[in-house]
């Protein structure tokens, strides 16, 4: 056993580290005065660029295959990134990479989609709550009824990230609703491969956040035949799968995000003098930053110890789902002792903790809700699925 990182995940790590500090940080200010006006958090010219330095960096398709052009790192040092790159909210991602599942298709959809998405020619968007069926995924009602050699959908997804930009949509419809019935949700769904020039529509949807998803409205949308990706009724394996791999990652970027802002609150401790003292000589300051550094070196290691196992190809579905709850909670409440040690100032605009402290609040609902996890982990634990300290 070896708890430490490689020589080459330390050099990823720093590498990215730096271009974090020297590219992103830096343009902070630009996105907090773009979003209060309105206006993209980056300019098209300015990410355009940006692009090109993690390019010319190397930094491309770090999970990406090497067929595909990609660095095919693996998952440790997906988390490790995911961790770096959350130290800043500027939105940037290294791309050069696509959905787990968009790899489930045949020669002509990789060709038409997975290809022109690594390349960043098309973005793509996963589509499987609808407003009636978050949690209970297994309860959509959006429906695929083959006509010739189209399927025709019909019905409405809500909260897509990324709807509103994509290019085509990987969305999840009943196809045999007997089967679906009787299978208690777990076949008769298919995903297809939706362009947006066939015939859906998005609405933005805004949050609480600084970007929001999208309602997408699917009224008699043709879908070629050729378009199923993966196996005809069984499509929900296909939707767990992309959520699944989204969940640890959650994890990773509440670790990321807790990191930096607990050394904000560090450094404005050892500065911000009350009653003749730095409040950093508080004890009241000090439990709260140990409090917190407890929270995110144990976050950190659920993190890696879920990126660990699905790297040794095993299932790490159960230490997925500890991660993602585990991390996210840790997230929120350190932001909110951050905010908290930063008195006023912490609560305004002047300073980023606010828009983290928005932002934070959502990873205890998407791809999973706290509850939602909390159901998964004691069923493996009760119905014997998994035992304890098995992972180790
Ligand atoms: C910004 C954003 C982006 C998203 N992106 C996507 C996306 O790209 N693609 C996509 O398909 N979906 C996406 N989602 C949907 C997201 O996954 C769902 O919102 C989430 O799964 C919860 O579903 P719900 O909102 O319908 O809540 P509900 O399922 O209605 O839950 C409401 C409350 O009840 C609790 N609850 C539900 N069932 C149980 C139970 N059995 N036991 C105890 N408590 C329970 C929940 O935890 C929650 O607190 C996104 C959501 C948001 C907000």
Known sequence: MHLRLTDEQKMVQQTIRKFVEKE????????LRNEREGKPSLSKEKEEELVLKAKNAGFWGINTPEEYGGADLGQMMQA??????????????????ADNILYYGNEEQKNEYLIPTINGEKKSCFAMTEPGAGSDTQNIKMTAIKDGSEWVLNGEKTFITGGNEADFVMVIAITDKELH?????????????????MGWESEYI????????????????????????????????????????????????????????????????????TFGKPIS?????????????????????????AAFTLDQGEDNRHL??????????????????????????????????????????????YDGTDEIQRLIISRNLLKGHVKLGQYV
């Open 181 to 197: 019935q009787k299978t208690k949700g777990r076949e008769g769904v298919t995903c297809f491969i939706a362009d947006r020039d």
């Open 24 to 31: 992103l940080i830096p343009l902070e200010n630009d996105v």
């Open 281 to 305: 000589e508080r004890q009241a300051i000090q439990w709260q930053i140990a409090d917190s550094a407890v929270e995110v070196e144990a976050a950190r290691w659920l993190v890696l110890n």
């Open 320 to 365: 997925a789902s500890i991660a993602k709850l585990y991390g996210a909670n840790m997230g929120t409440r350190v932001v909110d002792r951050v905010m908290q040690i930063h008195g006023g100032m912490g609560y305004t605009r002047e300073l980023p903790i606010e828009r983290w402290y928005r932002e934070a609040r959502l990873w205890r609902i």
């Open 80 to 97: 490790i990134v995911a961790m770096e790159v959350s130290k800043t909210f500027v939105p940037f991602q290294f791309g050069g990479s």
């Open 206 to 273: 805004y949050t609480m956040g600084e970007w929001g998803p999208a309602s997408l409205f699917f009224e008699n949308v043709r879908i070629p035949e050729k378009n199923i990706l993966g196996e005809l009724h069984k499509g929900y394996n296909l939707g767990l799968e992309w959520i699944g791999f989204a969940r640890w990652i959650v994890g990773a970027r509440a670790v990321g995000t807790a990191e930096r802002l607990l050394q904000m609150a560090i450094d404005y401790s050892k500065e911000r003098e």
